[in-house]
């Protein structure tokens, strides 16, 4: 299995400051198809994940421009440019690429 | 939109059965398939397994072989996730979640449902 490996596992940023999370794979995530399915999630305290990023860096449907993601082969890095009250949750990062599909631990966003 | 719709709680004993449903609408479900993840309480997210659009096939995790049955019912654009022999380390959120087949990407989630093993 693939193991996905997140960092920090919390991080306490000032509102209007910027944030960034890793996530490091065990193997390359680059698909026999050239994709790279490396997806990051965002759960609200209380809900369901929900997609931000999928193939490293494509903002999904209605995701905030401050999110970006980037990264190649097995290192990755997700972005916000200024945190919003809103953004407070974590976030994982999810491999796509080979069953079984694995995520990180999880980065707790807080504000502080 | 999309949407999915997921069974209520269930409290189970230990070494009973629980099934879970997951009713789509909004898009072409007979073209995605349907994965299941849960979420143990405090926890992180754990893949389970899927079953493609027909219904054919599934590919479940190895630590879930033989205690988890996928199936759908293409007529009525539901899935099913049905666990077995539980155990107290069952107790978690289920969350069904489509996937275009070769996106390498998953949403939406459902609700969730919460199941609890309990003597």
């Known amino acids: 299995d693939i193991v996905m490996t997140q960092t920090p596992l919390s991080s306490p940023v000032t509102l209007g400051q910027p944030a960034s999370m890793s996530c490091r794979s065990s193997q390359s995530l680059v698909h026999s198809s050239g994709n790279t399915h490396l997806s990051w999630l965002q759960q609200r305290p209380g809900q369901p994940p929900r997609l931000l990023i999928y193939?490293?860096?494509n903002r999904f449907s209605g995701v905030p421009d401050r999110f970006s993601g980037s990264g190649a082969g097995t290192d990755f890095t997700l972005k916000i440019s200024r945190v919003e009250a809103e953004d407070v949750g974590v976030y994982y990062c999810?491999?796509?690429?080979?069953?079984?599909?694995?995520f990180g631990q999880g980065t707790k966003l807080e504000i502080k | 939109q999309v949407q999915l719709v997921q069974s209520g709680a269930e409290v189970k004993k230990p070494g009973a059965s629980v099934k879970v449903s997951c009713t789509a609408s909004?898009?072409?479900?007979?073209?995605?398939?349907m994965h299941w993840m849960r979420q143990a309480p405090g926890q992180g997210l754990e893949w389970m397994g899927l079953i493609n659009p027909t219904g054919t096939s599934t590919n479940y995790a190895q630590r879930f072989h033989g205690r988890v049955t996928m199936t759908r019912d293409t007529s009525t654009s539901t899935v099913y996730m049905e666990l077995s022999s539980l155990r107290s380390e069952d107790t978690a959120i289920y969350y069904c979640?489509?996937?275009?087949?070769?996106?390498?990407?998953?949403?939406?989630w459902g609700q969730g449902t919460l199941v609890t093993v309990s003597s």
């Open positions: 979640v489509p996937e275009e087949p070769g996106a390498g990407w998953v949403d939406p």
């Open positions: 193939k490293i860096s």
């Open positions: 999810m491999q796509a690429t080979q069953f079984p599909y694995t």
């Open positions: 909004g898009y072409t479900f007979n073209s995605h398939y």
